[in-house]
């Protein structure tokens, strides 16, 4: 672009954003500046683009034609333009990337469409590592528009939008991991997993405990496995909400089993109390399952094996039902 071109829109473009205080110009202005836009990325000047979408973004949050402003943001990222330009990742040198960066800030979270396609690999290319970087700067407010990745009939494609949504820590983000829950490759199952096992919400816990309670052979495994695999601190509190809030004696057996043990692997002190108070739930002809779960309770503080855990089994040898004594008798653990 001529350098005279470059002059006319640093002095003009900003003076035309910021000046104008009619409300129909400005509607004008903001479409005009969307088109801009468009030649300029397609055209690979990315310095001028930035330079018309920060003034953009800062007309959105005036007091003059905002919703106009705000739509044509979103013009530009729903563009042919930005897409282009987003399939050029592993070329850019640093100042162009931070510059590209710049521009989707500027545009918003509504810019993660433009990078789906570079996302869409099944290798981790320069390309893909530098979008995966850029989606991840948007936080929680990425979440809708990471989801539809979540569609992708592909099994790498949904691994990385669980990975994706997972790094969100957001709440918002549970109802699409949960569809991932459902997939049957054991690579998604592990990553959805993973992701819930991140988020701080009870909403993520009841989501691992129906995927606890509806799969079984290698499917409950990889819950399992997707839970200690990391050693995630994070993953410690959601164990002990799912204990709290499964029944041992009914439907949720099995899963408090599976609880249980991923929590003896895991061996962290905060799960304390959560074994400690399902470890002393009884109930009259139910002997069976009883001993199951108090034996894999015992089991697991005995791993945890702190000062708290270990008073916890000593409370427990002494003043604890005629059942759960006679486990940690036969287990031999500290009383």
């Not at 005009?32 to 055209?43: F, N, P, R």
């Not at 409950?220 to 499964?246: T, Y």
Request: one cysteine or more; proline letters at 4%; hydrophobic letters at 45%.
């Amino acid at each position: 672009m001529p350098a005279s071109v470059d002059q006319d829109i640093d002095l003009v473009v900003p003076d035309l954003l910021r000046i104008e205080t009619n409300e129909d110009r400005a509607v004008e202005i903001a479409g005009d500046m969307s088109i801009l836009v468009d030649d300029l990325l397609l055209s690979g000047d990315f310095s001028n683009s930035a330079l018309v979408l920060r003034e953009l973004r800062k007309a959105s949050e005036g007091k003059v034609a905002p919703a106009a402003a705000r739509a044509a943001l979103t013009t530009v990222g729903e563009s042919i333009a930005l897409r282009e330009a987003a399939s050029m990742l592993s070329d850019f040198d640093e100042p162009t990337l931070a510059t590209f960066i710049e521009s989707c800030e500027s545009i918003g979270p509504i810019s993660i469409r433009s990078l789906h396609p570079v996302l869409q690999s099944e290798t981790e290319t320069p390309a893909f590592a530098r979008a995966r970087d850029l989606t991840q700067r948007f936080g929680a407010a990425g979440v809708n528009y990471i989801a539809p990745l979540a569609d992708d009939s592909r099994w790498f494609v949904q691994r990385t939008a669980a990975a994706l949504l997972g790094s969100t820590r957001s709440a918002d983000a549970v109802g699409p991991l949960q569809t991932l829950l459902r997939r049957t490759d054991p690579r998604v199952l592990r990553q959805a997993v993973a992701a819930l096992a991140g988020i701080d919400d009870p909403a993520a816990a009841r989501a691992v405990q129906t995927a606890l309670r509806a799969a079984s052979g290698a499917g409950r495994a990889a819950v399992i496995e997707a839970l200690v695999a990391e050693k995630d601190p994070r993953v410690v509190p959601m164990l002990s909400r799912i204990l709290s809030e499964s029944d041992p004696f009914g439907q949720d057996h099995q899963t408090v089993l599976d609880t249980l043990d991923a929590v003896r692997q895991l061996a962290d002190e905060r799960a304390v109390g959560a074994v400690a108070t399902i470890m002393r739930r009884k109930r009259f002809f139910a002997r069976k399952k009883a001993r199951a779960f108090k034996g894999a309770a015992v089991d697991a503080l005995a791993a945890i094996g702190t000062a708290r855990a270990t008073s916890a089994l000593a409370e427990a040898a002494r003043t604890g039902d005629r059942l759960l004594r006679r486990v940690i008798r036969e287990k031999g653990a500290p009383a």
